[in-house]
């Protein structure tokens, strides 16, 4: 069976690169049938049960490998059933006879098995409950509605295009999973490696150097992967032994890749495709998301170098000594077109006014070519890469299996948008942050983020970005923010839920890598994001930042004179060392200090910031040593 699941792979990966290019159009059907039902195939039969439970046990083993089997062809069938009801589903007349329910029902259950065999149990848990709830309506408060039957809600969830193949599925198949594949064929092709030594070289000379290089690489690689899991994996074999060896402690290191890695999914020009669907819900230029990214995701990073070089301080960490630090040869920098041209590629195809899945295509074969002539013309030197049919192969095997993992959970949150457009629980969330914020915006965001931060626990970027606009993205839209800002905000806080205790999914999977006990990290992840949560809100009072929504010099100016100060207030009073050593009263200074910075009084925002100027001048002259420092 797994040789049947890494033939899904490779069609769910050859269908990504075929639907995006220019070539003839693939039915709408075919594409969401297809894309829904490889991910479900290639998870079913590379995560066997049997693997999962079965271990020791020989009977088990084939019992469990019997219920795969069964479910497998089962699915099948449900495709083929799909593919019978899908012109009836544009016409909104299905017949829906207790066979056909059965179908969609069964269909709709090995989705959710597959996202749990894939992501854990607690977006299957939030599914199994909202089918529960869309069924069971009789419930107390805000909660309570009508309830609706079997057949309402089997219709909703898989014979509409509301629920598993609703425009999430849609999007994603057609837009998302190209750029999937796109990198993991960059990562093929060799790019990870000279671009962490061009990172290193560029940042060797900082306190902390390579921790600096680490969040580079991670952030350039994460732009471009749809999962910070998968960046943390990826980079993070190489960039967190380098960040130990320098002197950091295990869980700083797994942290500052986990923290790096999560990053890349906000930053231009890619944001791990979440940019094209943006635009796309939103309905607007896709170089206005890039644009409206761009400072915030500047200041975010600024952040992460701000945290690693006080942690440096604090340990005493000195720059390089000039004998370690890598040379860049002509071959390096030949090396480097590897990632260079596929993203100038990218970047020139979106300019010039192209389809977002035709730039994917093109980055992709620009990253192939690429690869193939750097391999030619190095031919014969030392660790030359050969970029030949097996590697092509793996890398589009690999993309198909990632591609998979997106689109079971995009499917599952398919389920639930379903059933929060046939229950309108949104409509009755958005009534109870109305009346707990009592009409205080602030606290409307404070309990919207949250929300953000719980629904996205456990989540890859796009599933969660997904989920939870369209779930609690109207609440605060209602509030009379711009659509664009509404997305960024829900985006930036579901992103970090990949920081956030107790979850913490990049933090779980960069510790192992860094040796550090999985919840340390997490925390060191928070901490050095701390900024992170702070930057969503500064979009919502200061849209400015974004330059393409009221814009205002005055206020653009300001706000960008500020932002460094309060910067590096929070992260030096968070890291508990600037220049030197911070006492206990003046951590909790500066933080108080950064944040009065931020209010929306003229008078307090210029004493706030007089004042936290002064704090570091006059630190720097009256301080403790830090521990370890000379």
Known sequence: MQQLGFISALVLAVGAIYGAGPFPFIEQGVRLGGAIGAAVIVTLTLKPLAKEFGRGDVARRTVFWLIDTTLLTCFIFTLFNFAEVYESMWDGVIILETPTLAVGCFGALVVIEAVRRTF??????????MLFYAHYGDLPGILGHR?????????????????????????????VLIFI???????????????????????????????HSAIVASALFGTISGSPVANVVGTGVFTIPMIK????????????????????????????????????????PYIQVAICAAIPALLYYGSLFASVYAEAVRLGIQPLPKDQIPKLSARDWLESSR????????????FAGRSAALAGFSALAAAVITGFVIDWMLRGGEDQRRLGLGALFDALRKGGVQCAQIMVAVGSIGIVIGVVSLTGVAGNF?????????????????????????????????????????????????????????????????????????VAIAAYAAAPIAGSNPMSTGFNALRLAAVGFIIPFVMIYYPSISI???????????????????????????????????????????????????????????????????????????????????
């Open 181 to 211: 594949v796109f990198g993991a064929m960059l990562e093929a092709t060799g790019a990870t490696g000279i671009l962490l030594k061009i990172a290193t070289v560029i940042t060797a000379r900082i306190r902390g150097g390579t921790a």
């Open 548 to 630: 393409v929504i009221d814009f205002n010099w005055a206020e653009f100016l300001w706000i960008l004179a500020r932002m460094p100060v309060v910067i590096w207030l929070v992260a030096s009073a968070l890291i508990g060392c600037d220049a030197r050593l911070l006492r206990p009263h003046e951590r909790a200074l500066r933080a108080t200090c950064g944040l009065i910075m931020l209010v929306e009084l003229m008078p307090v925002q210029i004493a706030a910031y007089i004042i936290g100027i002064f704090l570091i001048i006059a630190h720097r002259r009256y301080g403790n040593p830090p521990r370890g420092a000379s």
């Open 339 to 350: 990632f260079l041209i596929p993203l100038i590629v990218v970047v020139a195809v979106l």
């Open 120 to 129: 854990g149990v607690i977006l299957p848990v939030i599914c199994i409950l």
């Open 245 to 284: 060896r320098q002197g950091f402690g295990n869980s700083f290191a797994g942290a500052v890749e986990a923290a790096a890695s999560s990053g890349g999914q906000f930053t231009p020009p890619i944001m791990a495709a979440v940019a094209f669907i943006m635009a796309e819900l939103i309905g607007l």
């Open 147 to 175: 309830g609706f039957t079997f057949e309402e809600v089997v219709e909703v969830t898989w014979y509409s295009f509301s629920g598993v193949f609703g425009r999430p599925t849609d999007i994603v198949s057609s837009i």
């Open 430 to 502: 958005g009534a109870l942050v109305s009346e707990l914020a009592e009409g205080s915006l602030f606290v409307a965001l404070l309990v919207t983020a949250v929300a953000c931060l719980l629904l996205g626990m456990g989540l890859p970027t796009l599933p969660a970005y997904l989920f939870i606009v369209l779930f609690v993205g109207p609440v605060i839209g209602n509030l009379g923010i711009p659509a664009l800002l509404v997305h960024m905000f829900v985006l930036y806080f579901g992103v970090l839920s990949n920081v956030t205790p107790p």
